[in-house]
């Protein structure tokens, strides 16, 4: 089902004629934990939500999705990558590369592409939620998708 909420996310899937669901929710103001926040007002397992994380691999960034319900294995997605270590990029890093607030960072439609890793979970599920581009926005769709848009790398790169 396609949406329109105008984030470069939803351009670029309606652009390549990707299936997607918006889905909005009321962020609250001061919230850290965004990906849990989505998972909870989307009334949604965490395994099922997934989280936009940049990560310097020392010689430039790269993109890991990874379920809110886990946290990144930073050894895992270096080995993934090829490099000896990543580390999460900085804040700021990671919103001036993407074009996007964190908490509201999509994996899709960023300023320009990065390498990407997908945590082999999300093929465990029909459809996934990710990041629409902003704050209290999130889509739905495919994971086979999701790895078609992103031309991700799929790892198990995710702690439970």
């Known amino acids: 089902m396609k ?13 390549l004629g ?11 103001s001061g919230t850290k934990n965004f990906g849990a926040e989505a998972a909870r007002e989307l009334d949604l397992p965490p395994e ?12 430039g960034l790269a993109v890991a999705i990874v ?6 294995d930073l050894k895992a997605a270096a080995t993934a990558l090829g490099v ?9 890093v990671a919103e001036r590369t993407t074009g996007m607030v964190v908490g509201g960072i999509s ?9 990407t890793l997908l945590d082999r979970s999300a093929l ?3 459809t996934v939620f990710v990041s629409g581009g902003r704050r209290g926005l999130d889509l739905e769709l495919a994971p086979a998708d ?9 790892a198990v790169i995710a702690r439970r």
């Not at 949406?3 to 652009?15: E, W």
């Not at 099922?48 to 010689?59: E, H, Q």
């Open 3 to 15: 949406g329109s909420s105008g984030t470069p996310a939803t351009v670029t899937l309606d652009r």
């Open 84 to 92: 000896k270590k990543v580390a999460l990029a900085p804040p700021a």
């Open 146 to 154: 999701l790895v078609q848009v992103t031309e991700a790398m799929v």
């Open 67 to 72: 379920p809110v319900a886990g946290e990144l």
């Open 48 to 59: 099922r939500v997934f989280k936009t994380l940049l990560i310097d691999t020392g010689a």
């Open 18 to 28: 990707i299936p997607f669901t918006v889905h909005a929710y009321a962020h609250t």
């Open 107 to 115: 994996p899709i439609g960023q300023k320009r592409a990065l390498p």
């Open 124 to 126: 465990d599920f029909t």
